[in-house]
């Protein structure tokens, strides 16, 4: 069988991220392990997203550049799979001839086999996009990227049908997982060492709702949080994402009862204009949105919040834009991701008329992400002083002696580094924020819950 080397070059959201360490668990009984360098890789897998334009764009760069590395050592295999993958199929090996393999979302399953048959110069090339639902479910075992924090997806694709969104076209319908499988994978992490488990899916609050070829139905997140949280060894959990319309007041019960619940909801407001979210088929109003965030903070009081955004919907007027401002400026967010619009084509939105033009987009992003700033900076602010558990994650990415952390709110940390460990949670005293993060000094090893102020 021999050493072999894989790199991933992943693009796009945390279930890319997931994916990608399901895959390198199918190709390690082949003799796979990850490597950094792309130089010395035999297989390069690029694991894809085509949320908006520029992804792909960037996407179809990468791709280019690996023609160069391919003509140097021909025997090296090259992959596209994810989202972008089921969305260009076919059209992808013509436009990028020197890629081996193109796997769509629902093929998982099939990459062992593929890249066995392309190293063995059994097949030329392979393209396949084919969407079989509900036999996506992974049975084998992650090889995780993470030292402290584990993803663990509970459902697969979407059925929301926002209209600017390509996710249920690519991802396909939704699907859940069944509890004992997420359950069994949680405690496999944590007998690994993983002391934070975050579920991922594209809509959680709707787990176990759809009928689907994996989970019973008629579970909800809520009872699903519960028995995560009562996990031994376990010390935090994460979820991401929560649709709005569908987060209930059980799940924001479970987080205020359970033990190792963070408090931190990261809720999709995408716009402030009834009409735009109207036209969005997000589901919701304003009003009714306001109204979630007030009961989220009235039994969450330390809660920290934070959302999606998107300026530029088709349609969108500065009267819209302005309802967008104000309703972030009142909600105070503790921090936004901030989008342009981008037409995907097939998706309805991109068919409608009075797409906005490109400076009014870029002018509306600025404003927007400005007044995000302020806000998550004044945030943050008013945590200088107080005292934080952080669950150690390493050395920073640019200082050795500098390292890395979140807090319960999941606030990145900094601190000068003494003789922590990952996966240790220690105490930081917060001396100076910033609009993304927060520095600090370590207060204690062991976390003092009577000086912690909600986590
Ligand atoms: N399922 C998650 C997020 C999926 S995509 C949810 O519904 O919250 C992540 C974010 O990308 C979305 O929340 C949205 O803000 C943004 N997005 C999706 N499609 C987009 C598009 N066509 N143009 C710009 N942003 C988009
Ligand atoms: Fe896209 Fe909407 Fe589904 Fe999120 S909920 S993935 S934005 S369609
Ligand atoms: Fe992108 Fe697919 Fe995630 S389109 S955002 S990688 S679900």
């Known amino acids: 069988m021999g050493q072999k080397f894989v790199k991933f070059i992943v693009y796009g959201c945390q279930m890319n991220v997931a994916d990608s360490e399901r895959m390198a668990g199918e190709l390690a009984p082949l003799g796979y392990e990850g490597t950094e360098e792309q130089e010395e890789a035999d297989l390069i897998i690029i694991n894809t997203c085509c949320v908006r334009e520029t992804a792909e764009d960037k996407i179809y760069g990468k791709i280019g550049e ?16 994810g989202c972008m993958a089921q969305k260009e199929g076919e059209k992808l090996r013509k436009r990028a001839p020197h890629v081996d393999f193109v796997l769509g979302t629902g093929q998982l399953k099939n990459l062992a086999a593929t890249v066995e048959q392309i190293a063995n110069r059994r097949r030329h090339s392979v393209v396949n996009t084919d969407m079989e639902q509900g036999t996506d479910s992974f049975r084998g075992k992650a090889v995780r990227q993470g030292k402290v924090s584990a993803w663990i997806p509970i459902m697969y694709g979407c059925d929301n049908f926002c209209t600017y969104c390509i996710v249920p076209y690519v991802r396909g319908r939704e699907r859940s997982r069944t509890m004992e499988e997420i359950l069994a994978e949680a405690r496999e992490a944590l007998a690994e060492g993983y002391r ?24 909800s997140f809520a009872a699903l949080l519960k028995q995560v949280d009562a996990l031994p060894g376990i010390e935090r959990v994460r979820f991401m994402t929560s649709h709005p319309k569908d987060l209930s007041l059980e799940v924001i019960e479970a987080i205020r009862e359970g033990e190792h619940l963070c408090p931190h909801i990261h809720l999709p407001l995408q716009h402030g204009s009834d009409r735009i979210l109207k036209a969005m088929n997000r589901g919701y109003t304003a009003e009714k949105y306001r109204n979630l965030a007030s009961l989220i903070r009235e039994r969450l009081p330390q809660v920290s919040l934070t959302t999606d955004l998107i300026v530029g919907f088709p349609g969108e007027s500065d009267a819209d834009f302005q309802a967008t401002l104000d309703l972030v400026a009142e909600i105070g967010f503790d921090s936004a991701f901030t989008f342009l619009y981008s037409p995907r084509s097939g998706t309805p939105a991109a068919a409608m008329a009075a797409q906005v033009p490109e400076e009014v987009k870029k002018a509306r992003l600025q404003a927007l992400m400005a007044q995000q700033n302020k806000i998550s900076l004044a945030i943050n602010e008013k945590l200088v002083g107080s005292i934080r558990e952080v669950l150690v994650e390493g050395a920073s990415k640019n200082d050795a002696t500098v390292w890395t952390g979140r807090t319960r709110h999941n606030k990145q940390v900094l601190w000068p580094h003494a003789d922590e460990k990952p996966g240790d949670l220690i105490s930081i005293k917060i001396n100076k924020a910033q609009t993304w993060l927060l520095k600090g000094e370590i207060h204690g090893t062991y976390a003092d819950d009577a000086t912690i102020l909600g986590g």
């Open 66 to 81: 690996l023609k160069q590395l391919k003509a140097r050592n021909p025997k090296l295999v090259i992959g596209v799979t």
């Open 196 to 219: 934070e488990i975050t579920l991922l899916g594209q809509n959680v609050n709707s787990y176990g709702q759809k009928p689907s070829s994996l989970a019973e139905t008629g579970v």
